[in-house]
């Protein structure tokens, strides 16, 4: 396929308002400003992330005006989009600022935001802390109450009688106006941001009497709708350190492997639906691949290589890394090896994923399974093994 066909059909869900408009207008050789917007309520972005900034990635290496949209006013709202109950907590717009710094520098290793055709960065609360209350009055007007609830998951709540917050209904407005305010020709988003994006349409159509195309990417999700790259106490972020990018691939279940060739690589699609084929008779080979080639993306090949060593090294043929790190302890006390125990020595993020691991079986200490919290005196050379790929040597005076 040529490179705008692939620019309209690979990792892509639906076009509004449809594909063969969309392709007539590259066709004629115009370059459109487009755009995608992200929320900085965290402070990482994980691979479910990457469908999207590899598709604006190929929208800027054609040549086109590519923004990289910061949601410091629509993120203090509160994107209700997946969302089944209200949020308990509603950022500030210094947080957001905070947390976008980070959210550059990770999308950076997808797009450029330097050199040729650089990607464009903006905050829309640039103007949409600036909206008086005509202006507000004025967007709104273009709806009615019965468009904004006929979304799907507002009708979901209120089935359930669980409440809807006004800050959230008012938020594909917002998000709308983003569109307005930049004079896009489209917008780039996750399918489950359709109904935002394709009230921003509306409101272009309306006050600026232009076409706004919609892009929506597929969401990396499992066979049971589950969203892959954010899980409880396993995120799959792209700073992850390349053994643990690598590893957390291989755990990826069976039926996401095909899909994230197609949506998280550049193997050619000729290639992938040969893979689709053949994946059963060797899905531990074409997941290591596709490990392979999302680590090399985010990093380099060397690290590639190298955490393809490590995997296979230390969980394939389970044998000890020979450059285990040591962690020197103050205390040579008996302690507890428990939840904040693993906390402490950065073997887990949080008390609930040390919770969760201990009980599916996944710590060790000295190759013996633990179920629980449990008292141990700590013995210098103390190997602890959380995973398959965290583990640490203690170091004691004993």
């Given at each position: 396929m040529d490179r705008i066909e692939e620019l309209l059909t690979r990792g892509v869900d639906t076009i509004y308002s449809t594909k063969a408009e969309l392709e007539k207008v590259l066709r004629s050789g115009k370059k459109l400003k487009l755009y995608q917007g992200f929320d900085p309520t965290g402070t990482q972005l994980h691979?479910?992330?990457?469908?999207?900034?590899?598709?604006?990635?190929?929208?800027?290496?054609a040549g086109h005006h590519v923004i990289f949209l910061i949601g410091d006013g629509t993120g203090q709202a509160g994107d209700p989009s997946g969302k089944t109950t209200a949020r308990d907590k509603f950022f500030t717009r210094e947080e957001l600022r905070a947390n976008a710094v980070d959210y550059v520098k990770q999308a950076g290793k997808i797009v450029r935001f330097e050199g040729e055709n650089p990607v464009e960065i903006r905050f829309n609360g640039d103007w949409l802390n600036k909206l008086t209350l005509v202006d507000i009055l004025d967007i709104a007007g273009h709806f009615t109450l019965q468009q904004l609830t006929e979304r799907d998951l507002f009708q979901e709540r209120m089935k359930r009688n669980e409440p809807v917050n006004l800050r959230e209904f008012l938020y594909p407005l917002l998000q709308g106006y983003d569109s307005v305010a930049m004079k896009v020709d489209l917008e780039l988003g996750g399918s489950d941001q359709t109904f935002n994006m394709l009230v921003g349409r509306d409101l272009v159509r309306a006050i600026l009497q232009k076409e706004k195309f919609v892009m929506t990417t597929p969401l990396?999700?499992?066979?049971?709708?589950?969203?892959?790259g954010k899980t409880e106490g396993n995120v799959i972020a792209l700073t992850d350190a390349p053994e643990d990018l690598y590893g957390k691939i291989m755990s990826l279940p069976d039926d996401v492997i095909v899909r994230g060739f197609e949506y998280l690589t550049d193997v050619p699609m000729e290639a992938v639906k040969k893979i689709e084929k053949d994946f059963t008779n060797s899905p531990v080979e074409y997941k290591k691949q596709l490990a392979f080639e999302i680590v090399k993306q985010l990093n380099t090949d060397e690290d590639a290589k190298k955490a393809q060593e490590y995997f296979e090294k230390t969980v394939q043929k389970k044998e000890l890394p020979s450059d285990i790190k040591e962690i020197q302890l103050s205390s040579d006390d008996e302690e507890i090896i428990d939840e904040d125990f693993l906390v402490d020595l950065g073997l887990v993020s949080s008390k609930s994923e040390a919770k969760r691991l201990m009980q599916q079986g996944g710590v060790e200490v000295d190759g013996k399974r633990l179920t629980g919290e449990q008292n141990l005196p700590l013995k210098n050379g103390m190997i602890i093994k959380v995973g398959k790929r965290r583990i640490v040597k203690l170091k004691t005076a004993r």
């Open positions: 691979i479910g992330h990457m469908v999207g900034l590899r598709k604006l990635r190929q929208w800027q290496d990396l999700t499992d066979s049971q709708g589950r969203k892959i």
